[in-house]
């Protein structure tokens, strides 16, 4: 079966780095995405890896291992509005995306 | 349109009901995914349209539930005689395509409440 696995939640201080980790297992690999969500908001994008290596955008930088399986989400600087939670989503053989469960990221002062 | 929309914001009905969702996607996007978040939960695939291509039913969780595509835009999700673990929220998304970085822009959801 495919499966997509992420931490149900952490916990990080404002101004902090915080490291988010994805491991996947799917028929096939084209594409993985990073999505953030607000409570009661609808998902939005964040990022796409689809070669190796690590993808920079600001704050946030996304890293992907396909030998491994394996991607993280890094958060920079971070601030209260990161308050969220942050889903892994890969993208499979049929091109359908499979999604995690998402990690629930907590900021305290 | 700026964005996906998604109607009604709220649906609250009886169990046994039918019910129907609307999306309309944004202009131009081929590719349309219906998904159902419960409280606290991940995503679950439904059903996606793409182009003229039959849909992928793969995901939806029982007969009761259908959904179709009038002329490549606006979509409908139906549920028929609904009941109480139907309860969530059930987001849209359009995509300009299926592959690359064509990524998937959500709509607001529509949250159902059976009672």
């Known amino acids: 079966g495919q499966n997509i696995d992420q931490p149900t939640e952490m916990t990080a201080t404002e101004g902090a780095i915080v490291q988010i980790n994805c491991t996947y297992q799917?028929?096939?690999?084209?594409?993985l995405f990073w999505y953030q969500q607000h409570a009661g908001e609808a998902p939005t994008f964040l990022s796409y890896n689809v070669l190796d290596g690590l993808e920079e955008k600001g704050r946030f930088s996304s890293f992907l291992s396909r030998s491994k399986g394996y991607s993280y989400l890094l958060l920079k600087e971070l601030q209260m509005k990161d308050s969220a939670s942050y889903l892994c989503a890969v993208r499979d053989s049929n091109y359908q995306l499979i999604w995690g469960a998402g990690t629930k990221l907590i900021i305290k002062p | 349109g700026a964005g996906v929309s998604q109607s009604p914001s709220n649906k609250v009905t009886e169990k046994g009901k039918d019910v129907e969702l609307r999306c309309d996607p944004i202009s131009g996007h081929t590719a349309l995914y219906w998904y159902r978040q419960s409280l606290g939960q991940g995503l679950e695939f439904l059903i996606y349209f793409q182009g003229n291509s039959a849909p992928d039913k793969s995901g939806l969780p029982s007969d009761r539930f259908s959904a179709e595509r009038t002329g490549g835009s606006v979509s409908t999700l139906t549920i028929q005689r609904t009941q109480q673990e139907d309860s969530a929220v059930y987001l849209c998304?359009?995509?300009?395509?299926?592959?690359?970085?064509?990524?998937?822009?959500f709509g607001p959801g529509t949250r159902l409440t059976v009672l």
């Open positions: 799917t028929s096939g690999f084209n594409g």
């Open positions: 998304a359009s995509s300009l395509g299926t592959s690359g970085r064509f990524t998937q822009y």
